[in-house]
C-alpha cells in the first residue's frame, strides 16, 4: 500500500501569506495526486488533479506541482475563505487509493 | 446538476450490519467510477471501497471481508454493506463520484453518519 505523509499537520497564517503544504508519498505515483479542501461539516472540494491540472472554479491562486513521490500545494495569497484543512489524495493504483493526514490551516 | 445524497446512517451495536445508501442524479452511476470514502470524528479521510463502470470492486484493508460496494442501476443508486461492524467503523460515510481509476472524486454527497457502539 502507498503512505501519503502530509507536513505540516497545522499551519498558522495571514490573509495575504504565501504558504506551502507538502505531501510525499512511500512509492512514486508519477502525477497521480490530488488536493482537496475540506470545511467543518462539509465534504471535501477538489481543488487540483495530475499534481498541477487546476480543477474548474477553482481560484488560480491554487497551484500544484511535483511528481513521483515529494509534491506541493501552495497557495500565493490566503484569503479568509482559505483557512480549512487541506488533503492530498494518491490515485496512482486502480486497487485503491490513499489520503494524507490532512494539514489544518490556522489564522495566525 | 449532479448530485449525491447519501442515507441509511444510524447507531449499531458491534457485530451488527447496516446498509447505506447513495442516490445519485444528473449522471449514471453505472458509467462511472464510484467511491465510498469516510472520517472519524475529528480524524483525517480514509478511503474505503470503489466500483468500477465495469463492476470490479476494491476494498481497502481495514474492511475488506465485511464490507460490500454494490449498485442498483435501475435506481441510480450506489450501496455500502457493512457487516461485523465495530467500534473502529464509526465514522461519517460518504459517496463520491471518480473522474479517474483509484480517486481523484470530482462530487461527493453530504454524508451519513454511522455510530457503532453499545
Known amino acids: 500500500d502507498i503512505q501519503m505523509t502530509q507536513s505540516p499537520s497545522t499551519l498558522s497564517a495571514s490573509v495575504g501569506d504565501r504558504v506551502t503544504i507538502t505531501c510525499r508519498a512511500s512509492?512514486?505515483?508519477?502525477?497521480?495526486l490530488a488536493w482537496y479542501q475540506q470545511k467543518p461539516g462539509k465534504a471535501p472540494k477538489l481543488l487540483i488533479y495530475?499534481?498541477?491540472s487546476l480543477e474548474s472554479g477553482v481560484p488560480s491562486r491554487f497551484s500544484g506541482s511535483g511528481s513521483g513521490t515529494e509534491f506541493t500545494l501552495t497557495i500565493s495569497s490566503l484569503q479568509p475563505d482559505d483557512f480549512a484543512t487541506y488533503y492530498c489524495?494518491?490515485?496512482?493504483?486502480?486497487?485503491?487509493?490513499?489520503f494524507g493526514q490532512g494539514t489544518k490551516l490556522e489564522i495566525k | 446538476e449532479v448530485q449525491l445524497v447519501e442515507s441509511g446512517g444510524g447507531l449499531v451495536q458491534p457485530g451488527g450490519s447496516l446498509r447505506l445508501s447513495c442516490a445519485a442524479s444528473?449522471?449514471?452511476?453505472?458509467?462511472?467510477?464510484m467511491s465510498w470514502v469516510r472520517q472519524a470524528p475529528g480524524k483525517g479521510l480514509e478511503w474505503v471501497s470503489v466500483?468500477?463502470?465495469?463492476?470490479?470492486?476494491y476494498y481497502a484493508d481495514s474492511v475488506k471481508g465485511r464490507f460490500t460496494i454494490s449498485r442498483d442501476n435501475s435506481k441510480n443508486t450506489l450501496y455500502l454493506q457493512m457487516n461485523s461492524l465495530r467500534a473502529e467503523d464509526t465514522a461519517v460515510y460518504y459517496c463520491?463520484?471518480?473522474?479517474?481509476?483509484?480517486?481523484?472524486?470530482?462530487?461527493w454527497g453530504q454524508g451519513t453518519l454511522v455510530t457503532v457502539s453499545s
Open positions: 463520491a463520484r471518480d473522474r479517474a481509476h483509484g480517486g481523484l472524486s470530482d462530487y
Open positions: 444528473g449522471f449514471t452511476v453505472s458509467s462511472n467510477y
Open positions: 466500483v468500477y463502470s465495469g463492476g470490479t470492486p
Open positions: 512509492q512514486s505515483i508519477s502525477s497521480w
Open positions: 495530475k499534481a498541477s
Open positions: 489524495q494518491q490515485y496512482n493504483s486502480y486497487s485503491g487509493s490513499s
